[in-house]
């Protein structure tokens, strides 16, 4: 369940006071180096090639303008006192020419290291979104596949079971301290359902530390008490893996751990919410098959959790819920992390199913798509175009523009009598996304969440 992403994953971070001292270590060093090696000329002024304006040159390239500025300022001061102590004057082209390359260099560093920065982030978006995709296809994939075959003859499946989920969720009265605790008899009937286990509890991770509580929120059957140094639950938090015993162990009769399997429940953020513990287990349901169908279940019971999302969850719609959760998502990340995505709604004044089936196709593949009806019974399409800029959107609405002319060359979105309404995340607050959606569109809260 790891993704290979995170093997290549190199984050962006800003200069530390470490990289500060190293770029005055370097260049300390270097007009040493110089000194011994020609105390009469320890900056190499005179040599046939200015040698020492590596040190700052170097420091720019590696840690940007300001570092580079620092080790050039101490060069310049090396070379005050030189000149000072010899009577000799300045040699003004070695310092000019020192200057601008320490310059150009730290300035390409720090424009790179921006642009690196943002191609990171968005990335992060994406794989969030591919991994979001993945489960659910997984989750999709087995509940229609294999689960049919082991539950022959149930006339409950999965999707009706992770609906009745959301439903006593919805029904409860959840709040921040106790959302897991809220729901633990019905997650755990959820597990026992799929795992087939015979003893094991729910535990709850509380707080920015990650602590697990050692108190089941629910348990069943002959659960032993939970041990902080259960060598199989340190890995499970560690790693945030679903993590089991393996078989040679207990072949073998050496058990290090009282537990058989320990599944996290993480969201898509990767933010730990609680630990499913399993003391006994059958053996033949200690299958990846198994190991992986939980693994799925907790993260979808997790992303059910999700405090930024509750107000969704209150909707009746499930493509609707999901389409307010994408938002709010992207809304965040647009404040948090600098990426611009855009709001394009499509307003039929008039009905035009041709037209409708035309915009839905338009669909790119990081886009999201919601059709509703708002208060002037009007049909909206309503699309969500992560990571686009408002350049980016003009080029969307002209590429739209340009699929309705191919069909008549006579025609556009405005004399189609398609009213297009448009917002920029990035440049708004949560008060004017709440206008944008409620008022401009004639929306309301029963229709999407905000």
């Known amino acids: 369940m790891r993704s290979v992403y995170e093997d290549y ?60 500025l620092l080790s050039a300022g101490l060069l310049l001061l090396g070379l005050l006192v030189s000149s000072t102590a010899q009577q000799s004057s300045l040699p003004i082209s070695y310092i000019i020419g020192m200057l601008l390359s320490t310059f150009l260099a730290g300035e390409f560093r ?13 990335n992060e978006y994406r794989q969030y979104r591919l991994d979001d995709f993945t489960r659910s296809y997984r989750l999709l994939q087995v509940s229609h596949d294999e689960l049919e075959l ?50 094991a509890g729910l535990y709850k991770v509380v707080g ?30 560690k790693n945030k893996h679903t993590v089991s015993i393996r078989d040679e162990v207990l072949d073998q009769g050496a058990n290090p751990s009282q537990l058989k399997v320990c599944v996290p429940l993480l969201d898509t953020e990767q933010t730990l919410v609680g630990v499913l513990a399993i003391a006994e287990i059958p053996f033949f349901s200690m299958t990846e098959q ?25 909707l009746t719609d499930p493509h609707a819920q999901y389409f307010s959760q994408q938002l709010q998502r992207a809304f965040l990340n647009s404040k948090k992390h600098k990426l611009s995505s855009a709001l394009c709604v499509f307003e039929l004044n008039t009905k035009n199913e041709a037209l409708q089936q035309l915009l839905e196709q338009s669909q790119r593949g990081l886009d999201l798509q919601i059709e509703l009806t708002n208060n002037r019974n009007h ?42 309404l448009t917002l920029q995340l990035d440049r708004a607050n949560a008060a004017d996304l709440n206008k944008f959606i409620y008022k401009e569109c004639g929306l309301n809260e029963q229709q999407l969440a905000v």
Request: glycine share 4%; proline share 5%; net charge neutral.
């Open 379 to 420: 049909d909206l399409l309503m699309v969500l175009l992560p990571l686009t800029a408002e350049q980016g959107l003009q080029s969307y609405l002209k590429r739209i523009n340009a699929l309705v002319a191919h069909q008549n060359p006579d025609m556009d979105l405005a004399k189609l009598n398609v009213t297009v």
């Open 208 to 237: 920015q530390e990650q602590k697990l509580e050692l108190k089941p929120l629910v348990s069943i059957g002959d659960m032993p008490e939970l041990s902080v140094d259960d060598i199989l639950l340190q890995a499970c938090l």
């Open 150 to 199: 082991r539950i022959a003859g149930n006339n409950r499946s999965m999707r009706n079971t992770l609906l009745l989920l959301r439903q006593a969720l919805q029904s409860e009265n959840i709040t921040q301290q106790n959302e897991l605790a809220a729901i633990a008899e019905h997650a755990m009937q959820v597990f026992i359902r799929y795992g087939s286990f015979t003893a």
């Open 9 to 68: 994953a190199v984050p962006m971070r800003p200069v530390t006071l470490g990289n500060w001292l190293e770029a005055v270590m370097l260049t300390l060093v270097a007009m040493l180096l110089g000194y011994l090696y020609s105390p009469q000329d320890p900056l190499l002024v005179t040599a046939d090639f200015p040698w020492m304006i590596f040190a700052p040159l170097l420091v720019a390239v590696r840690y940007g303008f300001l570092p580079g």
């Open 290 to 314: 198994t190991l992986n169908l939980l693994t799925l279940l907790a993260g979808y019971i997790a992303d059910v959790l999700h405090g930024e999302e509750r107000k969704a969850l209150r």
């Open 110 to 122: 720090d424009i790179w290291f921006k642009k690196l920065t943002k191609l990171y982030m968005a």
